[in-house]
């Protein structure tokens, strides 16, 4: 591992800061294909761990994980006109299959409507056999100019639940159950807070009726658009030409929606969850929760023993590579954001206790070890509360109520972060205001009230605040 | 669910009444794509099970989960000789990327290989920073002509672990743990018996120094190869001019091991775990160890909760769907191979009792509410060694120890199953075997005894009997 110091800040260059923290943590790699990552183990765990989470939510709600094959066929995607639209900028195209030229060329999923929508229709002639509830977890194909680990890889890892209901409100039900699965997600495992709202017109998911989002704040007043949940209406069903019989004996479109979390998560936690010298893990999320790291050369086996077994449960690790110093490891687990580091020498074991140290706070305590079970299980709870409430603080410090375009323009030109404005609704309007000022509309927050205003850019009637902000 | 009686009968028409019984399970289904497939909810759920038996024991021995692109240069392949002469006809590529003709074709992975020893060369420079224990679980591509569900597709789901070590006896050590918790997986999980080995030089992976491999026995007498593990020797490394300080400080290159098991092992489990009547899944398995059937508008909810009361820990379903009868339901549950079924009505109800229905054995018998647990507990240990112990018999009744040409011809022709039969290691030898039989080597079995022998078809000195079979 290279702990050499940071070059940069996260404050003067997030954007170098973050790909140096990201390979200085070994959580991923330049892949030799441009625009492809890999997820080296250290990463890979924190997915594992946000995988545990959801699918258990997921499970929970009764959807059954599932695979569908990763090629579709090029004129699957045509059938949706709005989708192909989004999606074909984008598309990776396979055309030579065991030495052969292809008849049909096959597209690599950018994400799985058309192909599953084409089994549902398969599958089902009767109102009887709906909810369909599946969800699969598999890798998606973007072609991306501009890529950025986690945040934009031309291969990515996500999750994409597809259902299908007899009714519209069924359908929307699932919509905000997947929407506050993902809240939960954000909030509880990788203490991040956001806002939650549906995206404008332009700004929805290519096919969809409505699209809901979680808009999450960065340090440099950027927002992250975290995951979406889409009402897609009857719009595929209508693509597909899949209609069941009601309990009228009557054919019916289907009401569908999908909604999907991907590795695009751990992007945000980095940007967030970090400082100068490191990431700073939220215990819940942390592969590894206390690093233990005796004073190399010391005979401290038996007092090791005595520790570990004070930490049943939890996520911990002994560091005794005897060829690296005390401080290496220090400034290596600190770059790695382990929640607590316990230093222990001989000084230490005579006197029963541990020196605790604390990532977040960076502050250094004794603890006997007596103590210590408790102790850390608090300091624990604390540090994922502290990470929460410090990003809610961030971004409610840097959500601004703006009923100026001047004000508007001049925060975005500055220190940037959420706008809360009056808008009109009017694409036009929309599409000026991002000429202007690269803000978009993030999202109309789901407790958006409605309200007698002027829209802030061109002064026409509005009834809602809306949410904007420049896109990462 | 289409419950219609088979047509086809497993001891007839072994391959057509596979596919029916993966369809009419809802285990798969065919994919839009020619040789791909739907791995549906249930199915996916025996893979799920699978994952988590086998993840564990890959965390156990400390190998760590990643992820590695998808995307291969067509110049990485091309490095290994005979990986790159293996796969070629196999191989997917993709030619077009976001509207554009690539610089650069792109494979998709038919195994990682390349791409992961690219990167581990990246990644180290000393012995120290070895061994290298990582895997992944991902999706895979082959091209291939003829496909079966599950057994034969063009993309599939595995898992492939590859490692890195300083010392050839440290990565045999590997490739035997990999063979060993296979084995177990197939022995405990699935219940199937199988033969252990080494396969022979013209059977190994392209790129291998030697490939071991566990032999399962299908119910038509032929073999399936149900997992790999390969000593890679210093090939890679060699190819990718991959060294590292030893503990000299010379230039040494890494003795490396692969090592999967992919979905296929569900076609294995599907082909012997089976009858007439459906599926019969191992206990161990199974999604659903025991499906309660209360018989259709009685009312029993208070009696099913004291039911469901004693079955804590299982994995157990209500079927309370108020629109099929009791017996569409029994014969639902029975092709889909549960293998208990709690049969409850109102008489059950007034004696405390239920109607326990076994999948493997088809017998019936009434349980005391009072002994439910233990009595469910014995029974489900006594399916999962019940259909072990018939496999493994099944195995040894159809292996044959040969010492004979024309015996071996006549097996092949006839019921065929595994032969244990001397042979020269001469791969012409080999050759001329599998043009008159079809019959090739699939292992040297790993307790295979050292003796004097002829050869079974040449009648060259032979030191060791090897196992024959027709391949899948």
Redesign the interface.
Known sequence: MDTKKFVLSKSKDIASWYNDIVLKAELA?Y???KG??????Y???I??AIQIYLDQLIKNKGV??????????ED?LNKEKEHVKGF????????????QKLKEK?I?RPTSET?MY??YQ??TNSW?QLPIL?NQW??V?R???RTYMFLRT??F?WQEGHCAHLTHPESMDQVLWALDAYQKTYNNLLALYGIAGVKSESEKFAGAGKSYTFEILMPNGKALQACTSHDLGQNFAKAFDWTVADKDGKNTYPWQNSWGLSTRSIGGLIMVQSDDDGLILPPNVAPIQVIIVPIPGQKLDSYLKNITDKLVGLRYLIDQDE?ETAGFKFNKWEIKGVPIRLEIGQKEANQNQVTLYRRDTKQKQTVSLDNLSSEIEKILKDIQTNLFEKHKKFTQDNTHTVDSYDQFKKIMSTTKGFISAFWCQDPTCEAQIKADTKATTRCLPIDAKKENGVCVHCGKTASHRWLFGQSY
Chains 1, 2 share one sequence.
């Open positions: 790699d892949a030799p294909v492809c990552m890999v997820i080296r183990p990463g890979y765990a997915w594992e059954k994980n599932a695979y569908f094959p990763m090629f579709i066929p699957f074909s900028p984008e598309l990776a195209v396979v055309t030579h299959g065991g030495g096959l690599l192909v084409y089994m398969k599958w009887r599946i598999c890798n194909v072609w991306e100019k031309t291969e890892l060829n």
